[in-house]
């Protein structure tokens, strides 16, 4: 990837300035174009009141000036309003860090989303290291074929200390080779499994916990020094099942709990360095953005009390919907991509990006803030047990 003569490097350096001064331009004007627009709404709003204000208050005209005072007066006051309660409306918050000489990383890329993510990046972002579990995959090899130089198939397994310290290792040569700075990291790597806690085998909490809580602080710690560095951005992948849990959860929103905690310790610590931290929370069913722990062998697991009292058919039944209901998911995943291209370019990102929609953003908000006698018969009637019903259950 890196086999290029002098004077490629120089036409790629030159493609690339050409099309960072066009983005420049285009977001230049907009910015003038919304300037203008509100002075000239501000001037028409302040000489109508200098007109029309002393008659329509059967007063005595007042001087011009104090009219422009008091209108510059409340223009700063709105702005320093503005400023603290919607940083993203002003001027330091408007557009794009231009991704120059800087690099990303995104894990899981096994993964759709990954994937997406890695391919909108490539024409716009300098360096994109795509980790992945296995470099032969489906989706890692179409990302070296389809992608330019600036992707780089990074070997990464989140939950190995030897396979962090090497693939930081990686970046760190690359980033030396072709003098760019670490900026960000999409922390995407994560697996879902349903299945009830007594149908789960302990062994499967504690892998999902190793990707969705240990892997997540692995690979953060490890880049964190050169994102403090650089003042970049860090992004996190959660879910709505971080704010609450539903029956065949257990296993994967504890670690979502864990992670909604972890992300928001590192929001504060990291703000006195300048590092934003931003989470998505996924409110809605999406296809393809995590890996998958099949259970579909837990009946081995299980005590044999654990057995007599479910049965086999009931153990059937509820794998098989929730295997359904993995397969049900949207397959659109633009709203992801572009809330994880806002968190880590955004010069002001949001501190956390509610994807899936309107109802479902006020749906989490109501299941994590009602009483729980509330909540408890509406989740119950929502997720119902099923066609089968424990042979325990059945036998009286």
């Not at 928001?264 to 296809?287: C, N, P």
Request: charged share 25%.
């Amino acid at each position: 990837m890196e086999g290029h003569n002098d004077g490629d490097l120089q036409k790629e350096f030159d493609k690339r300035r050409m099309k960072r001064s066009r983005t420049t331009r285009r977001y230049n004007a907009r910015l003038r174009l919304c300037l203008s627009l509100y002075l000239f709404l501000l001037g028409s709003a302040t000489a109508a009141a200098a007109v029309y204000g002393p008659q329509l208050l059967d007063q005595q005209p007042t001087s011009g000036w104090s009219t422009y005072i008091s209108g510059a007066v409340g223009l700063l006051c709105m702005y320093w309003l503005l400023q603290i309660c919607f940083p993203r409306w002003t001027w330091n918050g408007y557009g794009f860090v231009i991704p120059i000489k800087k690099a990303v990383l995104v894990t899981s890329c096994d993964t759709m989303l990954g994937y997406y993510l890695v391919k909108r990046m490539d024409n716009a972002i300098s360096t994109v290291f795509a980790g992945t579990n296995n470099p032969e995959g489906e989706l890692p090899k179409k990302l070296s074929v389809e992608c330019t130089d600036r992707t780089v198939i990074l070997p990464l397994d989140v939950t190995s200390d030897e396979s962090v310290a090497r693939a930081k290792e990686i970046m760190e040569q690359y980033l030396k080779k072709r003098n760019h700075d670490f900026w960000g990291i999409f922390n995407n790597a994560s697996v879902t499994l349903r299945g009830e806690i007594e149908l789960t085998p302990v062994e499967v909490f504690k892998q999902a916990a190793e990707v969705n809580v240990y892997g997540m602080v692995r690979i953060t710690k490890a880049v964190l020094p050169q994102i403090r560095r650089t003042k970049g951005r860090i992004v996190n992948m959660h879910d709505m099942y971080g704010r609450f849990s539903v029956p065949g959860c257990a296993a994967y929103a504890m670690t979502k709990y864990a992670a909604e905690s972890f992300s928001d310790a590192l929001r504060y610590e990291m703000h006195q360095w300048g590092v934003k931290v931003s989470v998505l929370e996924i409110d809605k069913l999406f296809a393809g953005i995590h890996d998958v722990i099949s259970v579909q062998d837990s009946w081995d697991g299980m005590t044999e009390t654990a057995r007599r009292h479910y049965g086999k058919s009931y153990h059937d039944d509820r794998m098989a919907c929730w295997e359904r209901e993995g397969k049900a998911g949207d397959n659109d995943l633009r709203p992801i991509v572009l809330s994880a291209i806002d968190g880590l370019w955004s010069r002001i990102p949001r501190e956390r990006y509610y994807v899936g929609g309107f109802k479902a953003q006020l749906k989490t908000y109501f299941y994590s803030t009602l009483p729980s006698t509330m909540i408890d018969k509406l989740i119950m009637r929502q997720y119902s047990p099923g066609v089968e019903q424990p042979a325990a259950l059945t036998t009286h």
